[in-house]
């Protein structure tokens, strides 16, 4: 505890960090546990003992500790607790709140676990001016605005909404004096929360700032970026990552066979495999043959051309379950085997099939008709032609969504970084098929998901577009035909 001469004391207080647990064993144990994380104290004693249950309960500051301890088990036995709050503080077993009097400031709250998980102290520098990092970001968290950076794993919380301010004002820039008359404190306390920000990397200087913006490596990254890429990897941080069915209590699962309720589907030919694996090449001809091709012939794809790739390329059958959720199989594999993408046939010319979107039931191998033809399909179809670098009109666009929800059920933290990846698995499916088919294959690195969701009126909060794929008949002059 310190102060400024005549001005109020700043204060450290700490408790438990909230995803953890304290956990009493019948032999007298204390185990403190956090997601894959455990710390054990088998013999504790009286004064740890209520210690740590207070940790667990409530904000307890350093002058509460030495009266708890010295009050039941003696004042020798202050030291050996403060050492114990210190370890458990360095190994991020504790949140931290810094106050002025009895008004708290600020809460740092750990993200990751462990030795060596806290970030190093980076105290300010008198007179020098901060700025809001490029890589901060404000959410709403506890009841209260909390700061966080993915170049830190420390999260500040605005224990006081004034601080809100002093981050608001960060977007130009703060100097020490600007902190003490936002927040009202003294000098010594606007240095402190100037501190901690800087730690937690949630305030820069202008020359830090300059160079997450200009310099190699951190230019190169968005804010979205990186933190997708830094929440969805464990070991930066001890957050949920993988399958923790967090929405088992709360939700019941959707079935692996996406509900439909339109008109009449179109019925599609089943492909004969065995003929088909006679006059495929060779897995390895294949591979080796894989290439985009940027034009599709005159004459368009024929509808059982049309319902052998897709078979070939998504076709679904349930397996049974795991975790309380309906599991599947594919020719390509995905995570946990919970299959969240669907195809969306946008049909521009097709022989045998009229102009539309459709969805392909990967499960009962048919096309359910969407929509007809409108100006929604017109700007999607633009848009394709232009990503894909098309001299024409692509004779059909895949559309690839996710029923996030599928898989938001079972996985935490790396839900949409495991869409990505499936996508891509997919994509590389449609590849191979389309290549061993002798048809034109083109993967978009971007579509139209506002005229998507508008064409097919999905919620793109339920079932998103997150891949595109353009298929057609392949000109004879790039190798057209079946191989």
């Known amino acids: 505890m310190s102060g400024a001469v005549g001005g109020p004391p700043i204060q450290d207080s700490y408790r438990l960090r909230r995803d953890a647990e304290l956990r009493v064993g019948e032999d007298g144990s204390l185990t403190l546990r956090q997601t894959r994380f455990q710390l054990t104290l088998e013999h504790p004693g009286m004064g740890r003992r209520a210690l740590l249950l207070r940790l667990a309960a409530d904000w307890v500051g350093d002058v509460e500790v030495g009266r708890l301890i010295s009050g039941l088990e003696g004042e020798s036995r202050v030291l050996p607790a403060q050492l114990l709050l210190r370890r458990l503080l360095a190994h991020s077993w504790l949140e931290r709140r810094v106050q ?42 506890r009841g209260m605005l909390v700061a966080a950076s993915s170049l830190s794993t420390l999260t500040v919380g605005c224990a006081d909404a004034t601080l809100g301010a002093v981050l608001a004002a960060a977007v130009p820039g703060v100097r020490p ?30 020359t830090e700032f300059e160079a997450e913006r200009d310099d190699a490596p951190l230019a190169y990254w968005s804010p979205e970026e990186l933190r997708l ?49 006679k006059a495929d090449p060779a897995f390895s001809q294949v591979v080796a043959d894989r290439r985009t091709v940027r034009d599709h012939d005159g004459a368009p794809l024929p509808l059982e051309r049309l319902a052998e790739f897709l078979y070939r390329s998504q076709h679904t059958t349930a397996v049974g379950e795991a975790g309380g959720q309906e599991v599947g199989h594919r020719p390509y594999p995905g995570g946990g085997g919970v299959y969240e ?92 098929v389309a290549t061993a088919m002798g048809l034109a294959p083109c993967a978009l690195g971007a579509g139209d998901s506002q005229a998507f969701a508008e064409l097919s009126g999905l919620d793109p909060l339920v079932e998103p577009s997150v891949a595109d794929f353009l298929l057609g008949s392949r000109r004879a002059a790039d190798g057209g035909g079946r191989p």
């Open 341 to 432: 993408l669907e195809i969306y046939p946008l049909v521009a010319r097709c022989a045998g099939l009229d102009p539309g979107l459709y969805h392909y039931d990967a499960v009962g191998h048919r096309l359910e008709p969407v929509a007809v033809w409108g100006a929604a399909a017109d700007r999607l179809l633009a848009y394709a032609r232009a990503a894909g670098a098309m001299p024409r009109p692509p004779q059909t666009v895949l559309v690839v969504t996710a029923r996030v929800q599928r898989l938001m059920w079972k996985y935490e933290g790396m839900s949409y970084a495991m869409i990505l990846k499936d996508a891509g698995v997919l994509t590389q499916q449609m590849y191979l």
């Open 229 to 277: 890429h830094q929440r969805s990897r464990a070991g930066g941080h001890a957050l949920p990552v993988g399958g923790t069915y967090r929405m088992r209590e709360r939700f019941a699962p959707q079935p692996l066979r996406r509900p439909y309720d339109g008109g009449r589907a179109v019925e599609l030919p089943l492909p004969d495999l065995a003929t088909i694996a």
């Open 177 to 206: 004096d600007t902190v003490a008359r936002t927040l009202g404190v003294p000098a010594e306390a606007a240095g402190r929360v100037l501190d901690e920000l800087a730690t937690a990397r949630i305030l820069v200087t202008d």
């Open 100 to 141: 002025v009097d009895d008004r708290a400031l600020l809460d740092l709250v750990p993200t990751g676990l462990g030795r060596g998980s806290l970030p190093e102290s980076r105290p300010h520098t008198p007179g020098a001016r901060y700025r809001l990092s490029r890589f901060a970001t404000l959410q709403h968290e």
